[in-house]
């Protein structure tokens, strides 16, 4: 893995360095341009792989579109609040399209693991519940969309799950794992932003999320579907 994608690994890790620098260092300026430099690299690299062939593939390329935008509202939340629900919105939206491709995969052959699909469904089911549940008495008039959000990353893991069997081993744990860094992300953020805030937050909030992104794109550039009964 490391030799086929040599120069992208070597250009994400750059971006990575610089983005966790950023919040070190605490400069706004290097913040700007590496953290847009994220999505759009993990966007070159998926579209050099794939050529986009497929719907999994333009799935996945769609909600990296609404990353990419989801980051730079973001960057301008600390100004003005409003930008974070855009936010908000935007990677709702990347998660919504994510959860599309990989239920592709799932469709393929419904039927298969349903002992496993019940597991998925059980365990994200109490973690997404508890931890919404933790966060409510914090949330204010930020209590439905938070749901939401909760709602749609849960389904995403969900469909992460569901791609067992269905797809190869690597595509379907580098994606699986994706999504567990992408709820993690989002958990931390969630709490900084509504329970308490914490030191180096901003740190831990960006490096868990560019390695959920890296993961779900590698695992999407590597995937081959096993079965195709559509």
Known sequence: MLKKYLGFN????????LQIASGFISSPYLACLSKPAIVISLLLMLARS????????????????????GDVLLMYAVKQESYFIYGLV?????????????????????????KGARIAILCCAIVSISFYFFLRP????????????????????MMACFRNQRVNT?????????????MLSDALLAYNKF????????????????????????????????????
Request: with cysteine.
């Open 50 to 69: 794939t050529r986009l062939k497929g719907r999994f593939h333009k799935r996945i390329f769609t909600g990296l579109i609404f990353a990419l935008a």
């Open 170 to 182: 690597f595509s379907f744990r580098l994606i699986l794992f994706g999504a567990i860094c992408f």
């Open 90 to 114: 935007a990677f709702l939206l990347c998660h919504v399209f994510y959860t599309s491709a990989f239920y592709l995969d799932f469709k393929s052959v419904p039927e298969l693991d349903k």
């Open 10 to 17: 070597l250009l994400f890790a750059l971006i990575f360095i």
């Open 195 to 230: 329970v308490a805030p914490f030191h180096y937050a901003g740190t831990w909030i960006m490096a868990t999320y560019m390695i959920a992104q890296y993961l779900v794109t590698l695992g999407a550039a590597e995937r081959k579907l096993l079965h195709n009964n559509r």
């Open 138 to 157: 914090h949330l204010a008039a930020m209590k439905l969309p938070v749901m939401i959000y909760v709602l749609a990353i849960s389904m995403m893991a």
